[in-house]
Nanobody, 125 residues
Framework: QVQLVESGGGSVQGGGSLTLSCLAPGSIFSTNCMGWFRQAPGKERELVAAFASGGSTLVKEPWRGRFIIYRDETKNTMYLYMGSLKPEDTGVYYC???????????????????WGQGTQVNVSS
């Protein structure tokens, strides 16, 4: 079982920023999809941003233009920079990964199998 550990959540006022971190095994960075999900209160978990297997990125709407996904493989860490935060961004954010995939493949949300424990983000108005 892949172990993922998130950190960096907290409370911030609208318009502020936070950066989440996900510590992951170094072996998955080049072979698996890796992503960030958000679960808002009373709603299902949804994909926010992801790396394809091998490195291209995707940020879903409505976060595109405000959030950036990036990683530092020397630190075995994936990040989610969240800027211009809004109250509707509130929720628990999870780091996740898939089984091994072909290089360049952008995984669908349903393919993610291993999850971190989640980190709470609260954005006040």
């Amino acid at each position: 079982q892949v172990q993922l550990v998130e950190s960096g959540g907290g409370s911030v006022q609208g318009g502020g920023s936070l950066t989440l971190s996900c510590l992951a095994p170094g072996s998955i960075f080049s072979t698996n999809c890796m992503g960030w999900f958000r679960q808002a209160p009373g709603k299902e978990r949804e994909l926010v941003a992801a790396f394809a297997s091998g490195g291209s990125t995707l940020v879903k709407e409505p976060w595109r233009g405000r959030f950036i996904i990036y990683r530092d493989e020397t630190k075995n860490t994936m990040y989610l920079y969240m800027g211009s935060l809004k109250p509707e961004d509130t929720g628990v954010y999870y780091c996740a990964t898939t089984p091994t995939r072909h290089p360049g493949y952008m995984c669908m949300a349903k393919e993610y199998r291993a999850w971190g424990q989640g980190t709470q983000v609260n954005v006040s108005s």
